[in-house]
C-alpha cells in the first residue's frame, strides 16, 4: 500500500467511526476537514488502490493475538449485504435468511460475503466475548464468475481459502472453527489444514 493510499484509508476509517451511513460519501463527510484530497481520491482506495485485504486482516489479527491464550477460536459464516443498483460489482440474487421463514425463502439482491471472524476477549471488557472479522471473500455465483472471468468457487471453498490463510500465518497456533451445517461438508473438513479443528 502506498502513502497516499494509506493516508486516504486513514480519514476514511476516521469517518467511518463518525459517519450515519456506510457510504464512502459519507465517510468522507464525516471525516470533515481531515478529508482534504479531492473526493474521487477516497473513492479510489476501494475500487483502483493497488493493497491486499488479507494483509490487512492478518495485520488486525496480529493485533488481536496478544489478547489470545492458547487455541484461538474462530466462527465461520455468510452475510447478505442488500445493495441497490444494476451496476454494483459482484451482485447477485441470494437468499435473505432475515426475512425468510421455514415455509417461504426469500431472494434479495446484494453482495455474499463469507466471513472469518477470531472471537475473543477484549482486556476492557473482562467476561464479553467479541467476533471480530478479520477475513473476507466476495461469493460470486457461477453466472457472475463467468461474467467477471473468476474461476467460480462455492461459499466452503472460500473458507477454506480464508483458513488456508490463516493458518499459514501462524503455522505455530491451533485454531477451532464454530460455523453451521453449510460449513460442515467435505469440502471444508478435508480441504482445511490439520491445525484447524471444526465445531
Not at 8 to 14: G, I, Q, R, V
Not at 114 to 123: A, D, N, R, T
Amino acid at each position: 500500500m502506498t502513502t497516499p493510499t494509506l493516508e486516504s484509508l486513514a480519514t476514511l476509517m476516521a469517518g467511518w467511526v463518525l459517519a450515519s451511513g456506510r457510504t464512502v460519501t459519507r465517510m468522507i463527510l464525516a471525516a470533515g476537514d481531515s478529508a482534504d484530497k479531492h473526493f474521487s481520491s477516497y473513492h479510489r482506495v476501494f475500487s483502483a488502490a493497488r493493497w491486499s485485504l488479507d494483509r490487512v486482516g492478518l495485520a488486525v489479527f496480529d493485533l488481536i493475538e496478544p489478547w489470545i491464550d492458547g487455541d484461538v477460536l474462530l466462527a465461520l459464516d455468510d452475510t447478505l449485504a442488500r445493495k441497490r443498483g444494476l451496476k454494483i460489482f459482484g451482485c447477485g440474487m441470494h437468499h435473505d435468511p432475515l426475512i425468510s421463514t421455514r415455509s417461504k425463502a426469500v431472494m434479495n439482491w446484494g453482495h455474499s460475503w463469507v466471513v472469518l471472524g477470531v472471537i475473543v476477549e477484549l482486556p476492557f471488557r473482562p467476561g464479553h466475548y467479541y467476533c471480530l472479522p478479520i477475513l473476507f471473500r466476495l461469493y460470486l455465483n457461477k453466472a457472475k464468475a463467468n461474467q467477471h472471468r473468476r474461476v467460480y468457487r462455492t461459499r466452503p471453498e472460500l473458507a477454506v481459502q480464508m483458513l488456508d490463510t490463516l493458518c499459514s500465518h501462524r503455522k505455530n497456533r491451533r485454531f477451532h472453527a464454530v460455523a453451521d451445517s453449510a460449513y460442515g461438508g467435505q469440502s471444508v473438513l478435508n480441504g482445511s489444514v490439520r491445525q484447524v479443528a471444526h465445531i
